[in-house]
């Protein structure tokens, strides 16, 4: 095989996602903004990002249909506002997704953190919308936001800036591995839908994963969006090697 006749990615004859940009056509997202404790917070964010140290946590579970990409899955995690040479963003230190399509282009193009959760969908419960993230059969993130308020201009609850921490393992131990700031900003942002109202969260864990050190002490809003945007490339600010 020649290598122009290659893939994007593995495998190299018929790869699971190909070069970005991957579109996201539609989504439906419950969201919950609550305060934690800094302290946990803090311990979560790495070098060289700085935690804006607001005790501030949005939490989100989504359904999601991505094309040239991961195709349709759920997905959701918690973000945290970092600074990186005084530009301010999101950095998301959990995130779960459905499928292992939306697994393997998150984290090996971009340095998403994503593991499998277990599948689901956002429920419907008269004005009430409920979603849940489960690994393995344990409940990790559990969502609501009870449709109070039609939000005018919803593109504000959507992110724009984003940080990864993007880590390439070497698999020789005489050859050094990579650890790489990504930035992302993402664009297109079209809101067909937007409610906010009283929320409610609950953050528990797992053997894998345990987010009790960040319960919410305070529901600060949450919103129920239905929109698309797009996922653009990235750029790499800092490569180094460990």
């Given at each position: 095989m020649k290598k122009d006749d290659e893939g994007f990615s593995n495998p190299l004859v018929c790869p699971p996602y190909h070069r970005p940009p991957y579109p996201v056509e539609d989504a439906k997202l419950v969201i919950v903004r609550f305060r934690a404790d800094p302290k946990a917070i803090a311990k979560l964010v790495p070098k060289p990002f700085e935690p804006v140290a607001d005790g501030i946590v949005s939490a989100f579970i989504g359904d999601i249909w991505q094309i040239n990409g991961p195709g349709e899955y759920h997905e959701g995690g918690i973000?945290?506002?970092?600074?990186?040479?005084?530009?301010?963003?999101?950095?998301?230190?959990?995130?779960?997704?459905?499928?292992?399509?939306?697994?393997?282009?998150?984290?090996?193009?971009f340095g998403m953190p994503k593991l499998l959760c277990d599948e689901s969908r956002i429920r419907i419960d008269g004005n009430a919308r409920r979603a849940t993230l489960v690994r393995r059969g344990d409940e990790i993130v559990n969502l609501s936001v009870n449709l109070e308020n039609r939000v005018s201009?919803?593109?504000?609850?959507?992110?724009?800036?984003?940080?990864?921490?993007?880590?390439?393992?070497?698999?020789?131990?005489?050859w050094p591995s990579l650890r790489q700031v990504v930035y992302q900003k993402l664009t297109g942002h079209k809101v067909t839908r937007a409610y906010?109202?009283?929320?409610?969260?609950?953050?528990?864990?797992?053997?894998?994963?345990?987010?009790?050190?960040?319960?919410?002490t305070e529901i600060l809003g949450a919103a129920y969006v239905e929109g698309s945007w797009d996922v653009p490339s990235a750029k790499v600010l800092l490569e180094e090697k460990f």
């Open positions: 973000s945290v506002g970092v600074r990186y040479k005084g530009v301010t963003g999101s950095y998301m230190p959990f995130l779960l997704t459905s499928t292992d399509d939306a697994l393997l282009v998150g984290r090996e193009v201009d919803g593109k504000k609850l959507l992110p724009v800036h984003r940080f990864f921490l993007k880590k390439i393992s070497s698999p020789d131990p005489n906010t109202g009283r929320g409610w969260a609950k953050v528990s864990g797992n053997t894998t994963i345990d987010l009790t050190s960040i319960a919410p």
